[in-house]
């Protein structure tokens, strides 16, 4: 004999209930101590977002008219940005910032300190761990002013190459996005370090011993078997590194100012100086806009290679 179940049915209340069949009511009374928290985020969040968004297609200034006798201009801030050679030259120098001082530099530099690390002593794995977090919870305006010691024309790195017979030069003169990316690199390097040394303690060392045994050694395994175990952390990592270089502002503006000229002028400098220094509130957050738009593709960049490992 088969004996047919059915689950017992909610016993009417006469109250509209959702989804989960609970009344609405009861659903709402829950949601009541998260209201503080939902208003504070629509205030502090949202509010400003929303006003970025409006101000981006006024002429919204400082001074002058825009001050008194703020006016909807439509796409013209827009436009006004795509046809300034200063803008695309800020984004161009955005670019090569973000792919040489995160993508490249912290990334790659932090995994292999990590994977130094692993197989290194106690006195390494301390020595190493308290120098690279040391530079980065340093102060921004503090390691923008050693790296500016570093490199200026008296300064550090000039000395060790007249030691050994090399020219020397400003560098931050002669190339200034080299030398704040390289800065930016010495500075946020630990971020990555840390993330790549709590995914590396999860992979499991018998896979390795494995491979190993397979042939697979030092840089094959690597590169076909540690990498991949790896490969979500990698793209965690690359999306916010990326994301926290595309917005780095005083580090550049202490150490170079975007100078010499626009040379080291990224999105931040330029929006910096647009906004306030030449008061056009409007076309500084149309920028802005844009510099949102670089990390929102960046980020979806990075999301569908996280979606694609998942699947």
Not at 44 to 62: D, E, H, K, Q, S
Request: proline share 5%.
């Amino acid at each position: 004999m088969t004996v047919a179940t059915t689950a017992a049915a909610p016993a009417p209340t006469g109250l509209p209930t959702g989804r989960n069949g609970r009344p609405r009511a009861v659903q709402v009374v829950k949601m009541l101590p998260l209201a503080p928290a939902i208003g504070l985020m629509v205030v502090f969040l949202a509010g400003p977002i929303i006003y970025c968004v409006y101000a981006a297609f006024t002429n919204m200034a400082l001074t002058g008219t825009g001050a008194n006798n703020v006016q909807f201009v439509g796409l013209d801030n827009f436009r006004k940005a795509f046809g300034s050679s200063a803008f695309t030259n800020s984004i161009w120098l955005t670019l090569v910032f973000t792919l040489i001082s995160a993508i490249i530099g912290q990334n790659t530099l932090g995994l292999g300190l990590a994977l130094l690390m692993r197989r290194s002593t106690k006195l390494v794995r301390n020595f190493v761990g308290t120098a690279v977090i040391g530079a980065w919870v340093l102060p921004e305006v503090v390691a923008a002013y050693l790296l500016s010691a570093f490199f200026n024309d008296e300064g550090t790195l000039n000395v060790i190459l007249h030691k050994v017979g090399l020219p020397g030069q400003d560098w931050l003169y002669a190339a200034p996005i080299i030398a704040v990316s390289i800065a930016n690199i010495w500075r946020g390097t630990a971020f990555s370090m840390l993330v790549y040394s709590a995914a590396l303690s999860e992979v499991p060392k018998e896979i390795e011993e494995s491979a190993e045994m397979d042939g697979a050694a030092g840089l094959r395994r690597l590169i076909w078997v540690t990498l991949p175990m790896i490969s979500r952390a990698i793209m965690t990592n690359l999306m916010l590194i990326t994301l926290q270089t595309l917005s780095v502002f005083g580090l550049i503006y202490a150490m170079t100012r975007g100078g010499p000229g626009t040379k080291s002028q990224t999105l931040p400098l330029y929006m910096y100086e647009q906004a306030f220094s030449f008061s056009q509130i409007g076309y500084g957050t149309a920028i802005a806009l844009v510099m949102l738009a670089i990390g929102a593709v960046f980020s979806l960049i990075y999301l569908r290679g996280l979606n694609s490992e998942a699947a």
